[in-house]
């Protein structure tokens, strides 16, 4: 270095650089190797978290949820093995539990649902794990039902199951069920088990349904507690419906069963523990759900006589269920809405059509309607869950003869009292008005004949020509004094404990509740 003199003349003087010691160049060389070691990991960092994405290219301390979020669903929607170990490494060995505002365990969440959705069963272990043991208290019920989804879209049943027992838990025992929070929880467990039951009946395993249903069952009554609407949880009936009806024709076909270590006892038709979990719900009274719950339970239906005596009845091997009522009260349209048939009773605007006792066999044997018609023999055994359905002629109005009026009576009170196989009657009153005095003589000779192990059942009819508007077209109504005459003319008759379903074929309500009384003759 050469200095200019502050005088006139020109002299310069050359001046040194000093001499650093030892201790100081060690100083300068552990500083520059610092330095140096600090930019390599910087450079490894970034190019540790370096992902396929134009958008996201790589993930740094400094990334927000944002960045991590679309890099993960564009590694879920591209099935990129590599992004998807990138964001795993970054989320699980660069950040903490408070990355992101504490959105991280959020994050895992939505990590493994999109390591599921390609079968990378590694790092989906990795993150519910890390979820559980650093943000449980931020579990989202949402986020364990997608993950719970995810599990079962790669078969992994029994993995979901422990999921659901162990992040959606019912609420606490006193605690209230109808906040935000807890209707939220429900919502999504019961959707969570629901596709869990889904998934064991395609699965063709019958045993772990059946238990799954009753689970179902006993949380429907927590949710009407909870005061959940049938729209808010929107349970997908339809197709755990479907599941049971393929999984019980495996059943039928010898390519299923239960499973020898498990004591869970089987319904005669799988389908029958979805309904009884149905009927604990809340009911949006859906069309389409009842059409596929009636075509599973009644696969095959034919007349097979009408009798006008006790000798003319077909022989008593199976359960009877009886619709029994007044003239034109409904009895053939609400047959023919439980069987989702539209003319397998006949219907008629003139009392009293039906003048004997009409028997249809429900899920007979393949070929009975050639024994029926031409006399044949033909091979095979009818349905496990097979049974009658039995229309009684009409009572009151019916334009006949005192004499034949008499042997109705007559006969229907020893069929009362004497059918051993009859399970269930069902005795349709007109829901417009209420019972008459040949509905209390019928309750009267049900009080009087009616063996204590078959169920008595009143329906009350027509419920939508009480109901205007929406109503009518999705519940109907029948008015308060109609309820109170039936109950008392019941207590009169000796049968007021009875149960009592509304119904109307016109708009489907009360199918279901039907259906878990006949559930009784099937089952006998």
């Known amino acids: ?19 650093l010691s030892r201790p100081e160049r060690k100083a300068l060389e552990r500083q520059k190797k610092e330095q140096k070691s600090a930019n390599q990991k910087r450079s490894q960092a970034r190019a540790k978290y370096n992902l396929h994405s134009n ?87 949402m986020e364990s039902a997608a993950i719970i989804r995810g599990l079962l879209r790669s078969e992994n049943t029994t993995e979901a199951m422990e999921l659901l027992f ?10 209230p069920l109808d906040t935000t ?6 919502k999504h467990r019961a959707l969570s088990l629901g596709s869990i039951t889904s998934r064991y009946f395609y699965e063709s395993s019958p045993s772990q349904a059946v238990e799954a249903c009753k689970m179902l069952a006993q949380m429907g ?33 010898g ?46 239906v034919l007349f097979v006589t009408g009798a006008i005596s006790m000798a003319g009845c077909p022989p008593a091997d199976r359960g009877e269920a009886v619709f029994i009522g ?21 219907t008629s605007k003139r009392p009293g059509k039906t003048q004997q006792f009409n028997y249809f066999a429900v899920n007979d044997k393949p070929g009975r309607e050639k024994e029926i018609k031409f006399g044949d023999v033909v091979e095979g055994e009818k349905d496990l869950d097979s049974f009658y359905i039995v229309d009684l002629p ?25 059918r051993r196989t009859l399970k269930v009657v069902f005795h349709l009153v007109d829901g417009r008005h209420g019972p008459i005095d040949e509905d209390a003589t019928i309750m009267k000779q049900v009080g009087e004949s009616l063996p204590k192990n078959v169920a008595y059942v009143v329906v009350l009819t027509k419920a939508d020509k009480n109901a205007k508007g929406p109503a009518k077209k999705k519940l109907g109504k029948v008015s308060i004094d109609v309820l109170n005459t039936l109950r008392e003319t019941m207590r009169e008759n000796k049968v007021g404990n009875a149960p009592i379903i509304v119904t109307s074929a016109e708009t489907k309500l009360g199918r279901d509740d039907i259906w878990r009384y006949l559930r009784i003759a099937a089952e006998a």
């Open 1 to 19: 270095m050469r200095l200019q003199s502050s005088g006139s003349d020109d002299t310069s003087v050359d001046v040194k650089p000093k001499k």
């Open 55 to 141: 958008a996201v290219s790589e993930l740094t301390p400094e990334s927000g949820a944002e960045d991590v979020l679309r890099a993960i669903k564009r590694a879920q929607n591209m099935h990129d093995h590599h992004d998807v170990r990138v964001i795993a490494n970054f989320l699980l060995d660069e950040c903490g539990e408070d990355f992101a505002y504490g959105y991280r365990g959020s994050l895992l969440a939505r990590l493994a649902v999109a390591a599921l959705h390609f079968g990378n069963h590694e790092v989906a272990g990795r993150a519910i794990t890390i979820r559980r043991l650093e943000h449980r208290s931020s579990m989202l019920p």
């Open 166 to 175: 162990d992040e959606l838990k019912l609420p606490l025992e006193g605690t």
């Open 181 to 186: 929070e807890n209707q939220e929880l429900l």
């Open 221 to 253: 009554p927590i949710v009407r507690e909870a005061k959940i609407e049938a729209s808010f949880i929107d349970m997908p009936w339809l197709r755990i419906i479907r599941g049971a009806a393929q999984c019980e024709s495996r059943r039928r076909n």
């Open 255 to 300: 390519e299923a069963a239960a499973d020898e270590d498990s004591d869970v006892e089987l319904p005669c038709n799988l389908v029958y523990a979805v309904l009884g979990a149905m009927t604990t719900f809340p009911s949006d009274n859906d069309d389409r759900v009842f059409e596929a719950l009636s075509n599973a339970l009644v696969r095959r």
């Open 326 to 346: 007044r003239s034109n009260v409904g009895k053939s349209s609400l047959v023919n809405m439980v069987t989702n048939r539209k003319s397998l009773a006949y």
């Open 394 to 418: 009409g009572f009151g109005f019916a334009k006949v003869p005192d004499q034949q009026r008499k042997e109705w009576a007559d006969f229907m009170r020893d069929f009362l009292a004497n």
